[in-house]
Every structure is written in C-alpha cells, then in structure tokens.
C-alpha cells in the first residue's frame, strides 16, 4: 500500500488510508485557500497533484533512494521557482518566493528528506543565477541542476571553522593561464557525497574573508573527493566531508575571484534563510495535517481523542501558531516579490533590513517546527513515533533546521547586533 513505510503495521487501515498524501493535500488547502491569490493556489493544487500521481505510479514507500527522483521531478520543474529561468528557455510561470513556497509546501508532503536534498542542488544554483555571466559552461551547469539532471552542493562550512564562514583555511592559488588550484577541506555539506557539481569557497590567504573567491566545481575532476556522513535524523539524505588536493579549477568556472567571494556569499544569505522558513513552515503543516487526522478518528474510552481537552487544546494551539507562521513567511515573500518585479534586483536598503527579518523568522520557524512535529507525534502516541508514516520523518529532519543555514546563536547573535545597530540610530 502507497504510503506505508513500515515492515511492521503499527496503524489500523482505516486511519492509514485517510492519512493518505491525498487527503492531508486536502486538508492543507482547506486551511490556505482564502489567504492565497489564485495564481499561487493553482500552482500549489498543480504540484500536489505531480506527486499524487508520482506516489501512486512508482508504488512509493518513502524508504527508496531519494535522488533517483530528482530528473523526474526537475523535467516537471519543480526543483526550484524562486526565478523563471528564462535564459535557460525554461521560463517557468508562476514563480518567485511565493511560488517557491508553494512547491516547498507540496513537495514536503511528498517527502521531507527529498525537499533537504533538493534544496541544495538550489543552494549550488543560486550563486551561478548571479553570476553565469552567460558562460556556456556555467548555464549548462545551471540548467543540468534545475532540471534535475545533476545533483549540486554548497561547500562553505569546514572542519575547524563551523559557524565562521569568513575565517576559511581552504585556499586557492592562482595559476598563470587564470586558472586556480584549490586545497583544504569542507564538511556538513548536504549533498556532498552525492553532488555532481558544487560551488566552493576558499581563500587565498588563510583566515582572510577580504581574500575569498567563489568557484564552480565538476566533482568528476581530479583532486575532489567526499566521504558520507551519517546523520541519523536524515537517514536518506546524503551529507559529506569534502577533501580537495591539488584540484584545479578552469577560468570559465571561477565564479568570483580572490576580493569578490565574501560579497557572493552574502549576496544570496536572506533568501537562503527564508527558503529554510518556508520548509519549517511546510513541515509544520505536515505534522499538523498527521495529528489532526489521526486526532479526528483515534478512539480511547469510546470517544475521539480530539475531543479530550489534552489532545485538542494542544493541537489547537499548534494549528493556530503555524498559521501565524504562515501567514508571516506569506507577507514577506510578497514584499520580496514586489520588489523584484519592479526592479529585479533587491534595493541595498531593503536587503540590509531583510538581513534581521531573515534571522528572526529563521530563528523562530526552526523552533517552532521542532516542537510542533514533536509536539503532533507526542499526541499520536505510538502512532506518530513507528514508521507507519512519515512523522518519523519529520520529527528528525525539524531538529536539523536550528542548525542548518546559521545555527540558532547565529541568528541570536545577528538580532542582538541589529538592535544596538537601531540603538544607534535614535
């Protein structure tokens, strides 16, 4: 039966039937057809029904190698919509932040591990977005991501570093014919040990973030090599340390030269971050859609278990944090899309003040959906905790996101810096 990932059946047919992907679909729409404008709506109800169909076709079981979907997922161009991609003759419609959290929403109901992998295929396509300067090397690389045929990484994170992005020790030296060699390391790469192409950053000077250049690297080349490492919460999802020895890297794929990879980093980190809010907020969704389901048929004492005031109270208040939730990544997403409509580019103002709004959403979304998929799960009870479904799922890969695109004293540090920043300005 679709849907069911466990060896042993843990929940009666009944509720597993009506727990279908199908139904929790249709319980999300109810919930956000009267907020979104029609265009997005339909996009939502046309991805939801991809992967209806997608499920039923391949007799998915959610235990399957996730990147073996990706090409059918990317020819149906749901990989990404945060641009039209008109220079690779895509031009997607409807898209922008607001689509993109429509394909988020659905593909989460799909699979949650599938949307963190994906997602950074979409982290090694943004920087080539910014700067393909129409290369051929570089649109093919950026058309094969988006459409699914390769699968991409971002490599920023390193072994002795963590949290401090600017201070690499992985170094590149440039050679005379423009090209560079690259050495050092990167780890906690999602994708990593997987990625057919992956965009790097390294220094010319150790420790120096005034220093740092971007590049675009085919992981086919000599010199690159990634071993898998396990995280428990993401067991399908494939996250890499990366080792580079000598690895040399043509002109045609140095996105940015020493002086120009710490203004690249940060140019795309605000959408980053509020990409990371829409798959909180998706997951929250999803674990809602679980509980209440299960919430309106599971009978304890000859009565519903919504009906006792220590299931539906909670579960109540959930429902009405992630639509709060909503409602907010909403709200931004729309300003963000008006901007670039008008302008096509964020205005420096607007994108300095994105950088605290990005961090107090990431923040406050990665918390919350931690505690409303464990707090959904803990009312299923054994049901939410057995790999009947995929709460199993998502009650690991919620705790990854206080981690995954700054972690949560990241975020704090970042707010406490603004306020003395409009401190300041009195």
């Not at 605000?270 to 907020?281: D, H, S, T």
């Not at 990005?358 to 918390?367: F, G, I, R, T």
């Not at 959906?369 to 959904?376: A, K, L, W």
């Amino acid at each position: 039966m679709v849907n069911k990932k466990g060896a042993v059946q843990c929940i009666n047919e009944e509720i597993l039937e009506k727990m279908s992907l199908k139904n929790r679909y249709s319980f999300l729409n109810n919930n956000l057809m009267s907020i979104l404008k029609p265009e997005h709506f339909n996009f939502l109800k046309q991805a939801q029904r991809f992967f209806i169909k997608f499920e039923r076709k391949n007799n998915i079981t959610h235990n399957e190698d996730l990147y073996e979907w990706i090409p059918e997922i990317g020819k149906a161009g749901l990989i990404s919509r945060v641009n039209n991609f008109a220079e690779l003759d895509l031009n997607y419609e409807p898209y922008g932040m607001t689509a993109e959290f429509m394909r988020i929403i659905a593909t989460d109901f799909f699979d949650p591990q599938l949307v963190m992998g994906m997602g950074a295929s979409v982290l090694a396509a943004n920087p080539i977005i910014f700067h393909h300067e129409n290369i051929e090397e570089r649109l093919k690389a950026l058309k094969d991501l988006i459409t699914g045929e390769k699968i991409g990484c971002l490599c920023i994170t390193e072994p002795e570093r963590g949290s401090d992005a600017v201070h690499m020790l992985t170094t590149c030296e440039e050679n005379e014919d423009g090209s560079y060699t690259m050495n050092g390391e990167k780890i906690y790469q999602t994708n990593g040990s997987k990625a057919d192409l992956a965009v790097v950053y390294a220094v010319s000077e150790q420790n120096n973030g005034n220093t740092m250049a971007q590049f675009l690297v085919d992981t086919s080349w000599e010199g690159w090599s990634a071993e898998r490492i396990n995280i428990p919460w993401t067991p399908r999802v494939h996250v890499g340390k990366e080792t580079f020895t000598n690895l040399r890297i043509p002109p045609e794929y140095v996105l940015g030269k020493p002086g120009l990879g710490r203004e690249h980093l940060f140019e795309g980190l605000n959408l980053e971050r509020l990409g990371v809010v829409l798959v909180n907020a998706a997951e929250a969704w999803n674990a809602i859609s679980h509980a209440a389901i299960y919430a309106n048929m599971r009978k304890q004492f000859d009565k519903e278990i919504i009906k006792y005031q220590g299931v539906g109270f909670p579960l109540a208040e959930m429902w009405a944090k992630t639509m709060s939730l909503t409602l907010a990544a909403l709200h931004i997403c729309q300003i963000v899309d008006d901007k670039l409509e008008k302008s096509g580019i964020l205005p420096k103002s607007f994108n300095l003040a994105l950088v605290a709004i990005a961090s107090q959403l990431k923040s406050q979304s990665a918390k919350l959906s931690e505690r409303i998929c464990y707090g959904c799960a803990n009312l299923m009870a054994g049901a939410g905790l057995c790999d009947n479904t995929i709460m199993s799922d998502l009650l690991g890969i919620s705790r990854i996101h206080q981690v995954g695109g700054g972690t949560s004293q990241i975020q704090d540090y970042i707010m406490s810096y603004a306020l003395r920043q409009l401190f300041k300005m009195l």
